[in-house]
C-alpha cells in the first residue's frame, strides 16, 4: 500500500517517525541511508576511542599508585632545593632580627664545555678580583665535569657573569646567612658554615629548630646589648686592658638581656677570625672571681646562723695558715662587723667567716648555686668550673675570698641574683620567656637572708670600695672583684681581672649588671690602680644610668629611701 501524500511544504514525511533498526537498512535507499551508515560507524569509533583512553589513564594510575609506589616513595624523601623550607630568623625580644637568610647565586662550570679555560678564567677574575686567575686556569682546565667557582654571589656579580655568555658557566641557587648586628651579638648568636650549619652559638644549638623554619626569639635586648658593648669597650680601652665580658640578666627570670665578649668578630667572616676573638669570656673562659665572691661567703653565713650582720671578727693581724698569709689590700687593723666586712672587702674577714661556716657546710652552699657544675645556657660554649678536688680548710678560707675556685662570668651573675632577688635560684637563659614560663627556681637561702646582703651590697656602693657606680636616682649596689690571674706557673705579676657586679634597684632589684675588665693597667686618672672599684664599678653605673631610662625605670628620690649605712654599729665606722 502507497504511503498517503504528504502536504508539509519541504517534501514528503514518513508515516512511522521511530529510527530505522540497522538490519532494516538495506530497505532504505539514496541518501538517507549513506548518512545513517556514517553516523553509526563515527558513534562505533568514537566510543572505542574514549575507550582506549579510559585503559590508558587507568594503567598509568595504577602503575604510579601500586606498581612504581615504592620508587616515588624514595623520590619524595629526597628534598628539592625548590621546597626547601629556608633557614628561620633569630630576632631579640623586641623582634629585632639578628639572622636571617637570603637567596644568593653560587658560580659553578664544567669545565668540558670551557673552549678556552685561560680565556675564561681571565674575564672571571675581573669580575671576581678576589679569585687568581692561575687557580681558575686550573679549575676550568679540569678532567671534571663539575667545579665550584664561587660560592654567594652578589646580584652584580651573577649578572656580571651572565653577560659574558659563557657556555659552561651556570648558577645554583641557594641560601647565605646574614648578620644584620654584624659583631655586636657575635658570641650569643654564632654563626654557620657554608652549607649553613650551626658552628657556634645559638646557630649551633637551635641547627634543627632554625632548618626546620621555625624562628627563635631570644631575650637580648639589642638596645641594652649597644649600651653594654660600647660602655665595656670604652673601659677595655681606658685601661690599655686586652679584653673584657660584661651581661644584664633579669633577676627574676633569669633572662639574660644583654651578653657581650671583648674581642669579637663578625660572624660573616667567622672563618678570618682569630681564636683570642672567637673565645666567648662571658660563658666559656672560667676565672677565679676575687672579692665577689665574698657576697656568697656571707650569705653562706648569714643563712645558717653562725654569725649575725652586726657581729665581728678581729681582722687587727693577718692571718698564717699552712704556711700561707692572708692579709688585706687595704688593712683596717681592728676588729670588723660583717657589714664592715663587706664594706671593707676584708680578706681577713672574709677567712675568718668561713671558718665559722665549716669545710663541708660552704662545699654544700656552693653547690647550691652552681658553682660547682657548668652553666646552664642554650649555647654551647660553657666552661666547666675548677675547684679543689680535696676541699681542706685552707681551701675554704680562700674561696671565701674568690681565690682557688674559678667560674664563668655567668655563673657569677646567676649567683647573684639568686642572692637579691629573694633566695630564689633560677637557670640563666637566652631565650625570651613569657611570665608562665619563668622557672619556680629552688630556694637557696631564706628571704630575710636576701633581704641583709641588698642592704650589704648597697652600703659598698655607698660607703665602701664600690663608690664609682653610684648612680644619682638609681640605688645601685654590688660588689668589687680583683683577682690575680693565673698562669701556667702560678699567679702572674701584675696581671689581673677586675669586675664589679652591680644590682639595681637594690631596694627592688629587677637587674644584675657585670662588668669584668682583663688585665687593665693603671692610667693617669687612677692613681696607680687597676682594680675593680677604679676599672668595672665606674663602667657599671655608666650602663646603669643609660639602660635605666629605656627599661622604663624611673629614678627615686635617694633621700627618701633609709641609708644602708645603719648597718654599721662599730664606733669607727657608724655615722
Not at 88 to 98: H, K, P, Q
Not at 247 to 270: H, K, R
Not at 507 to 512: D, G, H, K, Q, T
Request: hydrophobic share 40%; glycine share 10%.
Amino acid at each position: 500500500m502507497k504511503p498517503r501524500p504528504s502536504r508539509h511544504p519541504h517534501g514528503p514525511q514518513l508515516a512511522d517517525p521511530r529510527p530505522p533498526r540497522f538490519e532494516d537498512l538495506h530497505a532504505l535507499d539514496g541518501e538517507r541511508k549513506r548518512v545513517l551508515e556514517t553516523g553509526y560507524l563515527r558513534l562505533i569509533f568514537g566510543g572505542g576511542l574514549f575507550l582506549v583512553a579510559f585503559l590508558a589513564i587507568s594503567l598509568r594510575l595504577l602503575e604510579v599508585g601500586v606498581w612504581d609506589g615504592g620508587g616515588e616513595r624514595e623520590s619524595a624523601q629526597t628534598p628539592s632545593r625548590d621546597l626547601a623550607v629556608a633557614r628561620a630568623d633569630i630576632l631579640d625580644r623586641n623582634g629585632v632580627l639578628l639572622a636571617t637568610s637570603l637567596a644568593t647565586a653560587s658560580l659553578y662550570a664544567d669545565p668540558q664545555q670551557i673552549g678556552d679555560p685561560a680565556d675564561t678564567a681571565a674575564k672571571l677574575a675581573e669580575i671576581l678580583p678576589e679569585l687568581s686567575t692561575a687557580e681558575l686556569t686550573a679549575k676550568l682546565s679540569a678532567h671534571s665535569r663539575f667545579v665550584w667557582i664561587k660560592r654567594d654571589l652578589t646580584p652584580r656579580q651573577q649578572y656580571a657573569v651572565n653577560r659574558l655568555g659563557i657556555p659552561g658557566l651556570a648558577f645554583q641557587s641557594e641560601e647565605r646567612r646574614v648578620y644584620p648586628q654584624s659583631s655586636l651579638t657575635a658570641h650569643v648568636v654564632g654563626f654557620t658554615d657554608v652549607d649553613n650549619r650551626g658552628l657556634a652559638g645559638i646557630e649551633q644549638s637551635f641547627d634543627d629548630v632554625l632548618k626546620s623554619g621555625q624562628p627563635v626569639q631570644l631575650s637580648l635586648d639589642l638596645r641594652v646589648q649597644h649600651i653594654l658593648h660600647d660602655e665595656l669597650q670604652r673601659a677595655i680601652d681606658d685601661f690599655s686592658a686586652i679584653g673584657g665580658a660584661g651581661m644584664v640578666m633579669d633577676v627574676n627570670t633569669g633572662e639574660i638581656l644583654a651578653m657581650v665578649s671583648l674581642p669579637d668578630f663578625d660572624p660573616v667572616d667567622a672563618g678570618t677570625a682569630t681564636p683570642d676573638q672567637r673565645f666567648n669570656r662571658a660563658t666559656l673562659g672560667v676565672y677565679e672571681m676575687g672579692s665577689t665572691f665574698k657576697v656568697f661567703n656571707t650569705a653562706a653565713a648569714l643563712d645558717s646562723g653562725v654569725i649575725g650582720i652586726n657581729d665581728s671578727v678581729d681582722a687587727s693581724h693577718p692571718l698564717r695558715v699552712a704556711g700561707f698569709t692572708i692579709s688585706d689590700f687595704h688593712p683596717e687593723n681592728r676588729p670588723l662587723t660583717v657589714s664592715e666586712v663587706i664594706m671593707y672587702s676584708s680578706n681577713i674577714g672574709s677567712a675568718l667567716i668561713a671558718q665559722r661556716i665549716g669545710t663541708e657546710r660552704q662545699r654544700k652552699f656552693m653547690d647550691s648555686i652552681g658553682m660547682l657544675r657548668r652553666a646552664s645556657i642554650e649555647i654551647p660554649e660553657a666552661g666547666a668550673p675548677m675547684y679543689p678536688a680535696d676541699w681542706r680548710p685552707i681551701n675554704t678560707m680562700t674561696i671565701a675570698y674568690g681565690h682557688g675556685i674559678a667560674v664563668s662570668a655567668l655563673h657569677l651573675a646567676s649567683g647573684i641574683a639568686a642572692m637579691v632577688n629573694g633566695g630564689i635560684m633560677r637557670p640563666a637563659t637566652l631565650i625570651h620567656r613569657t611570665p608562665d614560663q619563668v622557672s619556680d627556681g629552688q630556694r637557696v637561702i631564706k628571704a630575710e637572708t636576701s633581704a641583709e646582703i641588698r642592704q650589704l651590697l648597697r652600703l659598698v656602693v655607698e660607703r665602701g670600695t664600690g663608690k664609682k657606680a653610684d648612680v644619682p636616682g638609681y640605688l645601685v649596689g654590688g660588689k668589687t672583684g680583683t683577682a690575680d690571674k693565673l698562669g701556667s706557673h702560678g699567679y702572674v705579676a701584675n696581671a689581673r681581672m677586675a669586675s664589679f657586679v652591680g644590682v639595681f634597684p637594690i631596694n627592688a632589684p629587677r637587674y644584675v649588671v657585670l662588668a669584668m675588665v682583663d688585665d687593665p693597667k693603671p692610667n693617669a686618672s687612677s692613681y696607680g690602680y687597676a682594680t675593680g672599684g677604679w676599672v668595672a664599678a665606674p663602667a657599671v653605673g655608666r650602663i646603669v644610668q643609660r639602660m635605666a631610662p629605656l627599661l622604663g625605670i624611673p629614678p627615686q628620690d635617694q633621700n627618701e629611701t633609709p641609708s644602708a649605712t645603719a648597718l654599721l654599729v662599730s664606733a669607727r665606722g657608724t655615722e
